[in-house]
């Protein structure tokens, strides 16, 4: 069974830095593309960043760009988000995916190319 839990969300100040965690059971992340997505409240779950089983290339949504950086430790089986100048914008619930089979990179923003989800951590950032 496929499980997923995300760690390491919280509040922060603006400016601040985090590191989200994407603990994975049940399968290898170097064998799934794996992405971050958030939701913040009222809107739709967007993309944030994506890494490939290869672990060679990233992907990252605009907003992100110079901020977040998505990383794997395959021995550990975890991926990670690190989110450095955060911004009240930020806020919303992160969400870990997997993506099991093979797709080119312009289906790596759609979460519904994603077939396993963690349960979401919060990050909160204040102004």
């Known amino acids: 069974q496929v499980q997923l839990v995300e760690s390491g969300g919280g509040l922060v100040q603006a400016g601040g830095s985090l590191r989200l965690s994407c603990a994975a059971s049940?399968?290898?992340?170097?064998?799934?593309?794996m992405g971050w997505f958030r939701q913040a409240p009222g809107k739709e779950r967007e993309f944030v960043a994506t890494i490939t089983r290869s672990g060679g290339s990233t992907y990252y949504t605009d907003s992100v760009k110079g901020r977040f950086t998505i990383s794997r430790d395959n021995a550990k089986n975890t991926v990670y988000l690190q989110m450095n100048s955060l911004k009240p914008d930020d806020t919303a619930v992160y969400y870990c995916?997997?993506?099991?089979?093979?797709?080119?990179?312009?289906?790596?923003?759609?979460?519904?190319?994603?077939?396993?989800w963690g349960q979401g951590t919060q990050v909160t950032v204040s102004s």
């Open positions: 995916a997997s993506m099991s089979r093979y797709r080119s990179s312009s289906y790596y923003s759609g979460p519904a190319y994603y077939d396993y």
């Open positions: 049940g399968h290898t992340v170097s064998s799934y593309v």
